[in-house]
């Protein structure tokens, strides 16, 4: 984290009691069901499921088992299903959510590494930058990008941003590739000086490993020329790259919501609880199967506000978070369904391409 980062802080006031207050009744909620606020075994069952249907279709792949034109979906498929693990089972297990026990949560983490992101650059990035600064430019990583998208009012505004509400859906293909192949490293480099050598030998490692797994392996097994292979990978790491990028940007790049800039003195005027409800949304929370797949990334609110639960409990605590946020008078921003979202999330990118 930034020297820049550490200088800025949250008003205290009457939004860390509507916090304090929330997170209260939640833990009731759980004592007096006598239930924990990990994972629970439908969740072990569903990780399960989706590691399962992952080497269903790897081996089905590299073994050539079907004909190219079927190996190619196939092949998007996986990326899709590697981003659901990503979304289900690394999620939770970096906020240590997933079990009580910190150790377990380290181990499965990893297979965040294994399909060739960093669990240590996303706490770092994550957890530690967009969690606790969300929504402010210039300090949320999720947010602040390349010159080539203007996604806050405070970014500099240029000519061809006036199409980015049709080229970033390009762009949020190529998110996976960019962080297996570029952002992880650019991070790891500048952070170097922070980073034991115990975590770069594994960084360094399960880069290796993804490498030898999802290209050389095939390039090496498959009889089918390699440019067809390289097509594969491009769309597996496409279909996973766009699902991931997608889900996270509805959450807080929708209209209604805001973009606070911390004043000359480092201070953002709300107390964090409180600066949550006004950057974060939900979407599409009625959506049983939607909930199943996306890991309850669709209730970021609850996420955001209580990170250490597992998603497995979001459906059932929301209706506490937005009772209590109407009793503080405080906004609860959702969106009946995905795609009202993503219309939402395309609209604020249109407007903010006019700079309007």
């Avoid at 990008?145 to 859906?169: A, C, E, G, N, S």
């Avoid at 609850?302 to 009772?323: C, D, G």
């Avoid at 009793?327 to 369904?337: A, K, M, Q, T």
Wanted: charged share 15%; hydrophobic share 45%; glycine share 6%.
């Amino acid at each position: 984290m930034s020297s820049k980062l550490k200088k800025v802080k949250f008003t205290g006031g009457r939004g860390e009691q509507f916090l304090t207050i929330v997170r209260q009744r939640v833990d009731l909620y759980f004592n007096q069901r006598g239930i924990q606020r990990y994972a629970s075994w439908s969740t072990h069952i569903k990780v399960a499921l989706h590691f399962a249907l992952a080497l269903i279709l790897y081996f089905s792949i590299i073994w050539q088992l079907f004909s190219p034109w079927i190996l190619l979906p196939m092949a998007m498929l996986l990326g899709m299903t590697s981003g659901f693990i990503g979304v289900n089972l690394c999620h939770d297990c970096l906020h240590g959510s997933y079990s009580a026990n910190p150790r377990v949560n380290q181990i499965l983490g990893y297979a965040y590494d294994l399909v060739g992101l960093s669990s240590l650059v996303w706490k770092m990035t994550h957890n530690a930058g967009h969690h606790t600064y969300t929504n402010i430019p210039g300090l949320d990583p999720d947010i602040d990008k390349p010159f080539l998208l203007r996604l806050t009012p405070k970014d500099t505004h240029y000519w061809f941003h006036r199409w980015q509400f049709l080229y970033i859906w390009l762009l949020y293909s190529l998110v996976g590739i960019n962080w297996i192949y570029y952002s992880d490293y650019a991070i790891i480099i500048r952070e170097k000086h922070k980073i034991s050598r115990r975590d770069l030998l594994i960084f360094f490692i399960f880069k290796a490993l993804n490498f030898l797994i999802f290209l050389v392996v095939p390039m090496f097994v498959m009889t089918l020329p390699w440019w067809q292979i390289l097509i594969g990978y491009l769309g597996y790491q496409f279909a996973g790259g766009f699902a991931v990028a997608l889900v996270f940007q509805l959450a807080h790049m929708v209209e209604n919501l805001e973009f606070p800039s911390p004043t000359e003195e480092g201070l953002i005027d709300r107390p964090w609880g409180e600066h949550e409800m006004f950057t974060t949304a939900n979407f599409g929370t009625k959506n049983r199967l939607l909930t199943y797949f996306l890991g309850g990334l669709n209730f970021q609110i609850e996420h955001h506000l209580m990170p250490y639960v597992s998603h497995r409990h979001y459906p059932a605590i929301a209706p506490i978070v937005k009772q209590t946020a109407a009793e503080f008078n405080l906004p609860y921003c959702e969106s009946p369904s995905m795609t009202a979202a993503i219309a939402s999330h395309w609209r604020l990118l249109r407007d903010l391409g006019r700079n309007e």
